[in-house]
């Protein structure tokens, strides 16, 4: 089973516990000698999930949406996405350089042709700008894609 995910980042310190929660209780739901996680490594929910699929003993592969995507993200993330990758078993890449929103949601589309079924840690709301949540989520709707959506109760983002 091939899983991917997408979801919103910078969430606060008690949404952050129930969303990691909830993912490792989807991944555990699938046996890890056949799970595969496909996974951009952001910080947040990306990185959450591709850390639980490699806890559980699932494989991760990852989607690099340009060669500038690691310089986007908040210092404080480099060491995680750094080890991230290294455990990857396979990379993806976009071909594209600069990190823009058509870069990730290009990385995101990637991600979704790649997988059987997508988590997406979203609150149900448009996207705030191209290549969000909302985006990914009915891009992979469009290409029929089933789309778990996991988002606490009340939560605000």
């Not at 790649?114 to 609150?123: G, H, K």
């Not at 949540?133 to 894609?145: K, N, Q």
Request: glycine residues 10%; contains cysteine; proline residues 5%.
């Amino acid at each position: 089973m091939r899983v991917g995910i997408t979801g919103h980042r910078g969430l606060n310190t008690d949404v952050e516990k129930k969303v990691r929660a909830f993912l490792t209780d989807r991944i555990r739901q699938h046996d890890p000698a056949e799970l595969v996680g496909v996974s951009c490594i952001a910080d947040g929910p990306d990185s959450w999930f591709a850390e639980s699929v490699l806890r559980h003993g699932g494989r991760l592969e990852v989607v690099v949406p340009a060669t500038e995507y690691r310089k986007g993200l908040p210092d404080w993330h480099h060491p995680v996405y750094d080890w991230l990758i290294s455990r990857a078993a396979d990379i993806h890449h976009t071909g594209m350089t600069e990190s823009t929103s058509e870069a990730h949601q290009a990385g995101s589309e990637i991600l979704v042709g790649l997988v059987d079924e997508l988590m997406a840690v979203w609150d149900g709301k448009p996207a705030r700008g191209y290549g969000g949540t909302a985006d990914v989520v009915a891009y992979a709707e469009r290409t029929g894609i089933p789309v778990q959506v996991l988002w606490p109760d009340g939560a605000d983002r």
